[in-house]
């Protein structure tokens, strides 16, 4: 079956201009989250969604923010595009919210901000 | 929150060699993922570990929740095992959300 994913694969975007990410999860999976990857952070949890509302919100400026449809894939925004947002965004996918489910990544999305 | 440490963080390997990669982790766990990133920035699951052992071909894992700690195990290495592998763990007290490792770059030569 397909797996997690994501569009647009790469994308430039100029400072204070706003950016959507899309995510389609794995079929029969409910449960969305994303996270950023940079080379000084690393792997960073960003929010979770399941069931259209979001469950869980890591630590990160309102400029992001998310959202879930009923088909369960998902967008998320940053607005207001700092260089510092220039990073490899990732959608994970899980059947549903119980912590024993194994999560599956998509291919992400490179965001450069100049 | 839990905190998630790999080493070695680089490991150049010639082809043909083993390797064991360590994460440690500070409490718990529900869940714990090993993942390899390739070149374009997939993750690549590679075990749903929480506890116990696992093979899959010339990989296998470890995790002994008691002691918190997991083991990746790469025999007979190849070229296109070179990229990053994290460890990413869920504790209870987490509110699903996987906390990652730093990784460990791995870089297998002909």
């Known amino acids: 079956k397909a797996g997690v994913t994501q569009t647009p694969r790469y994308l430039i975007k100029t400072r204070g201009q706003q950016v959507t990410l899309s995510c389609s999860p794995i079929s029969g999976h409910r449960s969305v989250s994303w996270y950023q990857q940079t080379p000084g952070q690393g792997l960073q949890f960003l929010f979770e969604?399941?069931?259209?509302?979001?469950?869980n919100k890591g630590n990160f400026p309102g400029r992001f923010s998310g959202r879930q449809f009923s088909n369960s894939r998902s967008e998320m925004n940053v607005s207001t595009l700092e260089l510092g947002d220039s990073a490899l965004y990732l959608c994970a996918s899980r059947r549903d919210r119980g912590s024993r489910n194994t999560i599956y990544f998509g291919e992400g999305s490179w965001l450069t901000v100049v | 929150g839990i905190q998630v440490e790999q080493s070695p963080p680089d490991l150049i390997l010639q082809e043909g060699a083993n390797s064991t990669l360590r994460c440690n982790f500070s409490d718990s766990v529900n869940n714990l993922q090993w993942f390899h990133q390739n070149p374009w920035g997939q993750l690549i699951n590679l075990f749903y570990i929480p506890s116990g052992t696992k093979q899959n071909g010339r990989l296998s894992a470890t995790t002994v929740a008691t002691e918190r700690y997991s083991l990746l195990y790469i025999s007979s290495s190849q070229t296109t095992d070179s990229g990053v592998y994290f460890c990413a763990v869920e504790s209870g007290g987490s509110n699903y959300k996987l906390t990652f490792g730093k990784g460990t770059l791995l870089t297998v030569n002909p």
């Open positions: 969604y399941f069931s259209e509302t979001q469950r």
